[in-house]
């Protein structure tokens, strides 16, 4: 089965009337996470990408068993679902993952020089569009912390740089910096909201990314939401619920569980925080 790019989940979604798509992480390609994922998707009828970063896919089993994992829960549910390459700052991790057979990614060139973030997200869409894979390409930095290591110093996006790399460019999906953070800990969101109206009024209606939305509060999501932010990424809050869904079950009374049912708990706590993320992105 050939794996979803961000157009067809689009195609897709606009055809079952979803405000937006929400990209969730599956920590490398966990089964048990993908699978809480899928039943939920399964239950609402809504389309999503399940993403992870190159780090936390080859920290945990590859490449090959993130897209197949993937795969494999969406011929079980029946759901529209597209493994996504999140955040590749090395364009050799984005060619690994379309000739794994994803055809979704992201590659994240936000900390080099503008002209060097132009010349190679260029040169990927390039390839991914003759793979027919779509690219979703990020200006400005968007802080905290996606995988271990320092923190990003946060940095807004200029507009006007905005505009002359989707010119130059071309990606298919576009995340702005507009002050959201990644991650639980640190610095605060503060949206600057006159730069998210003016991104809207000059970017000819490319598909905007938001990254960072754990945390923000529900309203913000949906006012982005409106605006034109048609992808929604959320990471954190899934892998804290599976944390603690674990926990929980390994902190009951009697007898030690087993291992199944330590994982029936992260499980069962990773599809109610789903069952919210769709409810406030996905929903009409």
């Known amino acids: 089965m050939r794996s979803l790019s961000a157009h067809d989940l689009f195609t897709e979604a606009d055809r079952r009337g979803q405000r937006a798509v929400p990209c969730i992480d599956v920590a490398g390609g966990n089964a048990d996470i993908i699978e809480a994922i899928c039943t ?9 990408f399940l993403s992870s970063t190159p780090a936390s896919i080859d920290a945990y089993l590859g490449l090959e068993h993130f897209r197949e994992s993937i795969e494999l ?12 390459l999140d955040h590749a700052e090395d364009p ?15 590659f994240d060139g936000s900390l080099l020089a503008f002209s060097q973030n132009v010349a190679r997200t260029r040169s990927i869409v390039a390839r991914a ?31 006007g ?8 460019a071309t990606p298919d999906l576009f995340a702005p910096a507009i002050g959201t953070v990644h991650g639980r800990r640190g610095a605060e969101a503060h949206i600057d909201w006159e730069l998210v109206d003016r991104l809207v009024a000059d970017l000819g209606g490319v598909p905007l990314v938001l990254h960072g939305t754990t945390g923000l509060p529900d309203d ?38 087993r291992p199944q049912e330590l994982l029936a708990g992260g499980r069962q ?16």
């Open 269 to 284: 706590a990773v599809a109610a925080a789903v069952d919210r993320i769709l409810e406030v992105v996905a929903m009409r």
């Open 220 to 257: 913000h999501v949906r006012r982005l939401v409106a605006l034109g932010f048609r992808k929604v990424n959320y990471a954190t809050v899934i892998r804290d619920a599976f944390v603690s869904g674990v926990a929980e079950a390994l902190s009951g009374d009697g007898a030690a569980p």
């Open 40 to 48: 939920r998707l399964a239950t609402a009828g809504v389309c999503a």
């Open 92 to 106: 050799y991790d984005v060619e690994r993952a379309l000739e794994t057979g994803i055809r979704s990614v992201m």
């Open 129 to 159: 569009h003759a793979m027919g894979a779509s690219v979703e390409a990020e200006l400005g930095a968007i802080g905290g912390k996606e995988d271990p290591g320092e923190p990003t110093v946060a940095r807004n996006v200029d507009p």
């Open 161 to 168: 740089e905005a505009v002359r790399f989707l010119e130059r």
């Open 73 to 84: 829960a969406r011929r079980r549910h029946g759901v529209y679902a597209a493994p996504h």
